[in-house]
């Protein structure tokens, strides 16, 4: 009778640790399904659909301003945009940086700094 109880004990435990696997393993491939359907819809919008702004918190004429201007119009050629070079230099590069901040996080405000 040992033997017996043994054995539906094991099968019991055996069947609960299979469900809890096959739950465990289709939390990340929902999750997987749910990503995939928000970055399809994600690919829809169009960007950029107006000019880029880089935002160099140093004065006109300086490494990260050549560097700025020198990237600009690869960067417009890629995205298919204008890339604007604004220089807003002051404070340590604080009052770019503020700048850059406080403008909406759209993707279409960068900073370059050094």
């Given at each position: 009778?040992?033997?017996?109880?043994?054995?539906?004990?094991?099968?019991?435990?055996?069947t609960?640790?299979?469900?809890?696997?096959?739950?465990?393993?289709?939390?990340?491939?929902?999750?997987?399904?749910?990503?995939?359907?928000?970055?399809?819809?994600?690919?829809?919008?169009?960007?950029?659909?107006?000019?880029?702004?880089?935002?160099?918190?140093w004065?006109?004429?300086?490494?990260?301003?050549?560097?700025?201007?020198?990237?600009?119009?690869?960067?417009?050629?890629?995205?298919?945009?204008?890339?604007?070079?604004?220089?807003?230099?002051?404070?340590?590069?604080?009052?770019?940086?503020?700048?850059?901040?406080?403008?909406?996080?759209?993707?279409?405000?960068?900073?370059?700094?050094?």
């Amino acid at each position: 009778m040992r033997s017996g109880f043994a054995g539906y004990c094991a099968h019991a435990i055996s069947t609960t640790s299979a469900r809890a696997t096959s739950r465990s393993l289709m939390r990340p491939i929902y999750l997987g399904l749910c990503l995939a359907v928000l970055a399809a819809a994600a690919l829809g919008q169009e960007f950029p659909n107006r000019p880029v702004r880089i935002v160099v918190p140093w004065p006109p004429a300086g490494n990260v301003d050549i560097t700025a201007r020198t990237v600009a119009p690869a960067l417009g050629d890629a995205l298919g945009q204008q890339v604007i070079v604004e220089n807003r230099a002051g404070a340590g590069g604080t009052i770019g940086t503020a700048a850059v901040v406080k403008s909406p996080a759209d993707g279409y405000t960068l900073l370059l700094g050094s």
